[in-house]
């Protein structure tokens, strides 16, 4: 096995197939964005910056998303991957504003209290974030016991 | 240890999934929110209150219903001290249902006239604080307010009593015409008595009369009251006391000198 992966011509491959399966996730996820942003569009014109502050979110998710691809097959895969989630949940908190957004248009105040979708989405992140972290231990698990039974071997 | 962490990542993946499509449907529906205003009105209740009823038009065309629809209205004068409130709330407007909601505010002129007696007789400005509130999908409450003031319009404005006209009427009396003026400036008509007592220098009553009050918004009044007094009760200077009684409100007395 550590032949196979030492072998330049194999780890050009699996670099390749990474790079190849990273850049599909990613044109897969933005064209995804794109499709929703179509929906979110009409409502983006009542809340400045909420184009910018989506396309953000979208790019350093797609970013983390494509690192943890490359990664894939060592430990700092599930790293990126909890990451990831702790991005979410950061960044949701900070740009949802704790959940109560607000905004003002000439003498009229607009609030919306997001604090349920905030909470709901930061039980789903934190699961997901316990996921990596079960998945880490797991493979450092497998990844021990292959060790040991190579020795046994 | 793997069918347990796929679970979870399958679970996680469906509720994320069911998430992201919810809020960009409930906040596309606000789109097809339509929103609309009828006639404004104002009618007198039996208790003699001014209501103000405007019809709120509601078409939901989104995808969820519509919950705890309310309105509120404050109207408060230019220190902030709160004069009325009015309120109204629908619990649910369900999808592809049309609705028209009556937004109710009822005035009592005399709480009006508690926080200040200027509101008769001085244009001033009111303060109107109007606050929608509403849940998309009846989970997220979404609230928006507004601040406006509008002119009041006194309905006694620049209210004059001038110096009595003295005439002989018999042997004993003189008939007294008192000239009354003012312009209502409010937007109701003034319609009621205003009564009128004399008193003389010797703080005594010497007679006392009343006049039947119309004066239609936006438009001066003029008239005169008369009185009947006795000669010998008439002194250069005294003070009359006025009341004036309307459906809407009353006041008095109020206390003008002469002479």
Same mark, same amino acid.
């Given at each position: 096995?550590?032949?196979?992966?030492s072998?330049?011509?194999?780890?050009?491959?699996?670099?390749?197939?990474?790079?190849?399966?990273?850049?599909?996730?990613?044109?897969l996820?933005?064209?995804i964005?794109?499709?929703?942003?179509?929906?979110?569009?009409?409502?983006?014109?009542f809340?400045?910056g909420?184009?910018?502050?989506i396309e953000t979110?979208?790019a350093?998710?797609?970013?983390?998303?494509?690192?943890?691809?490359?990664?894939?097959?060592?430990?700092?895969?599930?790293?990126?991957?909890?990451?990831?989630?702790?991005?979410?949940?950061?960044?949701?908190?900070?740009s949802?504003?704790?959940?109560?957004?607000?905004?003002?248009?000439?003498?009229i105040?607009?609030?919306?209290?997001?604090?349920?979708?905030?909470?709901?989405?930061?039980?789903?992140?934190?699961?997901?974030?316990?996921?990596?972290?079960?998945?880490a231990?797991?493979?450092?698990?497998?990844?021990?016991?292959?060790?040991a039974?190579?020795?046994?071997? | 240890?793997n069918?347990?962490?796929?679970?979870?990542?399958?679970?996680?993946?469906?509720?994320?999934v069911?998430?992201?499509?919810?809020?960009?449907t409930?906040?596309?529906?606000?789109k097809?929110l339509?929103?609309?205003?009828?006639?404004p009105q104002?009618?007198?209740?039996?208790?003699?209150?001014?209501? /103000? $009823?405007?019809?709120?038009?509601?078409y939901?065309?989104?995808y969820? &219903?519509?919950?705890? #629809?309310? @309105?509120?209205?404050? *109207?408060?004068?230019?220190n902030?001290n709160?004069?009325?409130?009015?309120?109204?709330f629908?619990?649910?407007i369900?999808?592809?249902?049309?609705?028209?909601i009556l937004?109710?505010?009822?005035l009592?002129?005399n709480?009006?006239?508690q926080?200040?007696?200027t509101?008769?007789?001085?244009?001033?400005?009111?303060n109107?604080a109007?606050?929608?509130?509403?849940?998309?999908?009846?989970?997220?409450?979404?609230?928006a307010?507004g601040?406006?003031?509008?002119?009041?319009?006194?309905?006694?404005?620049?209210?004059?009593?001038d110096?009595?006209?003295?005439a002989?009427?018999? /042997? $004993?009396?003189?008939?007294?015409?008192?000239?009354?003026?003012f312009? &209502?400036h409010?937007? #109701?008509? @003034?319609?009621?008595? *205003?009564?009128?007592?004399?008193?003389?220098s010797?703080?005594?009553?010497?007679c006392?009369?009343?006049?039947?009050?119309?004066a239609?918004?936006h438009?001066?009044y003029?008239?005169?009251v008369?009185?009947?007094?006795?000669?010998?009760?008439?002194?250069?200077?005294?003070?009359?006391?006025?009341?004036?009684?309307?459906?809407?409100?009353?006041?008095?007395?109020?206390?003008?000198p002469?002479?």
């Amino acid at each position: 096995m550590a032949d196979n992966q030492s072998n330049p011509k194999t780890r050009i491959k699996n670099i390749t197939f990474k790079a190849l399966k990273a850049t599909i996730k990613g044109v897969l996820a933005y064209a995804i964005y794109f499709i929703l942003w179509t929906f979110i569009a009409p409502v983006a014109q009542f809340l400045p910056g909420l184009q910018q502050m989506i396309e953000t979110f979208v790019a350093v998710y797609i970013t983390l998303m494509i690192i943890g691809e490359f990664t894939a097959g060592t430990v700092y895969q599930y790293f990126f991957s909890a990451a990831k989630t702790l991005f979410v949940i950061g960044y949701l908190i900070l740009s949802l504003n704790g959940g109560m957004i607000g905004a003002t248009f000439e003498s009229i105040s607009l609030l919306i209290d997001l604090r349920l979708f905030l909470v709901v989405a930061m039980i789903l992140s934190l699961l997901g974030l316990a996921k990596s972290v079960i998945q880490a231990v797991n493979f450092m698990n497998e990844r021990a016991d292959s060790y040991a039974m190579l020795e046994r071997a | 240890m793997n069918i347990p962490i796929r679970m979870i990542g399958i679970a996680t993946t469906i509720f994320w999934v069911f998430l992201i499509i919810f809020s960009i449907t409930a906040a596309y529906s606000v789109k097809d929110l339509q929103f609309g205003f009828g006639e404004p009105q104002m009618i007198m209740t039996p208790q003699n209150e001014l209501l /103000f $009823t405007l019809p709120i038009n509601i078409y939901n065309r989104g995808y969820y &219903n519509i919950g705890r #629809f309310n @309105v509120t209205t404050e *109207i408060s004068d230019a220190n902030g001290n709160q004069i009325i409130r009015g309120s109204s709330f629908t619990p649910v407007i369900r999808k592809d249902e049309k609705v028209t909601i009556l937004h109710n505010v009822t005035l009592d002129f005399n709480d009006l006239l508690q926080f200040s007696q200027t509101y008769l007789f001085t244009d001033s400005e009111l303060n109107i604080a109007e606050t929608i509130g509403l849940s998309l999908a009846e989970v997220i409450p979404v609230q928006a307010s507004g601040n406006f003031s509008i002119p009041w319009g006194a309905p006694l404005y620049n209210f004059r009593m001038d110096e009595p006209q003295y005439a002989a009427h018999n /042997f $004993t009396h003189l008939r007294v015409s008192v000239p009354i003026s003012f312009e &209502n400036h409010a937007f #109701f008509d @003034v319609v009621g008595t *205003i009564q009128v007592s004399m008193y003389n220098s010797s703080n005594q009553r010497v007679c006392s009369g009343q006049t039947s009050l119309n004066a239609p918004q936006h438009s001066p009044y003029s008239s005169y009251v008369e009185l009947y007094i006795m000669m010998t009760s008439v002194t250069p200077s005294g003070r009359f006391e006025v009341n004036i009684q309307t459906p809407l409100f009353s006041y008095g007395p109020w206390v003008i000198p002469y002479g």
